[in-house]
């Protein structure tokens, strides 16, 4: 690993939550519960105390490729990602946007009736385009009296300077979220993965949004091949530290038709129980700064894709297992962090 991986973010972002169901604010003093009476700050709770209600994501697709698919930095792509770029819930990358957004909508109806949503740009890398090209696809959505705020799901090394000013530019209209590849502060982890990806292009472009006023979310996978408890923690603290407004935790999933897929059928590895990832989640989130959302806490792998673990399809099993555990541990976010 190099020694650029101890280096942590500079200048933290200014964060405001509201106020919890005690009428207190998350800091030192916070009781053990947010608005939501949750131990932990979950983004259901973040969203209804800054806009006052419940807001879902609406996943689209903008029609990406990837540097590590079209052959400038390879053409396998993340062994872990599957073909769709971790865009499988969004709707066909060759429809107008209108009629994503119509189809998103009408996915989530039976469990949503609310008016307002969040537009997530998911599948590939959101960024990767001319700048011309994003302006185009981005404001008219941001535009629309239906979207709350923008979520973009990229890669760190793929956010030039026109870009970035473009995000901030949005960022004036309606909230920019970008949510940013990290998954192991490990080198070795990431080479391992074909990611063509490193910490320092994280460091770099996270100070450069923030300053811009953009929200970072940084996603982490847990459970990937050859990591110890200890590395995965590593990188829980690197994110805890670095004064990003969120994080998600997603379990590694090894789907049909990706290269991991390959090596774990040929010689399989060690993938987390269920009991032991709920509880490792605990770990996690108890060394989360307490004022950090936590934007997800295990992932949804496709059920006709999914080769394991098989467990996981059973979403709502394991939300209510993670909130048991911590209920049982008697603890709740924060109360181990060191930073």
Aim: charged share 25%; glycine share 6%; proline share 6%.
């Amino acid at each position: 690993m190099k020694q650029t991986t101890q280096t942590y973010l500079s200048l933290p972002e200014t964060f405001h939550p509201a106020s919890t169901a005690s009428g207190k604010h998350p800091d030192s003093s916070m009781p053990r519960c947010y608005s939501d009476g949750r131990p932990y700050y979950s983004l259901n709770a973040w969203l209804k105390d800054q806009f006052g209600q419940k807001i879902y994501k609406l996943a689209l697709d903008g029609g990406m490729t990837c540097p590590n698919r079209d052959g400038t930095l390879g053409d396998r792509g993340c062994i872990f990602c599957s073909a769709g770029g971790s865009g499988d819930f969004a709707p066909a990358a060759d429809l107008p946007l209108e009629e994503q957004i119509a189809q998103a909508k009408a996915r989530i109806a039976p469990k949503f009736r609310g008016s307002r949503y969040i537009a997530y740009f998911q599948a590939y890398t959101n960024t990767y385009a001319p700048v011309e090209r994003l302006k185009a696809l981005f404001e008219p959505v941001i535009h629309r009296p239906d979207i709350a705020a923008l979520s973009i799901a990229t890669r760190p090394d793929c956010l030039p300077e026109e870009v970035l000013d473009l995000l901030g530019e949005l960022n004036h209209i309606k909230p920019v979220w970008v949510e940013l590849g990290l998954q192991t502060i490990h080198q070795c982890t990431l080479d391992a993965m074909n990611t063509h990806t490193c910490v320092e292009d994280f460091i770099i472009v996270t100070d450069e949004l923030r300053r811009r006023g953009i929200k970072v979310i940084a996603h982490l996978i847990l459970g990937l091949p050859n990591e110890t408890r200890g590395m995965m923690l590593e990188s829980v603290d690197f994110v805890a530290k670095s004064g990003i407004f969120g994080v998600k935790l997603q379990l590694l999933h090894v789907l049909k038709g990706t290269p991991l897929a390959d090596i774990y059928i040929k010689h399989p590895f060690e993938l987390f129980t269920l009991d032991d990832y709920c509880d490792f989640v605990v770990d996690c989130i108890e060394r989360l700064p307490k004022d950090m959302v936590i934007h997800r806490m295990t992932g949804d792998g496709p059920r006709s894709l999914l080769v394991a673990p098989l467990w996981s399809t059973d979403k709502k099993r394991v939300l209510n297992t993670i909130n048991k555990r911590f209920e049982v541990r008697d603890t709740y976010q924060g109360r181990l962090n060191l930073f």
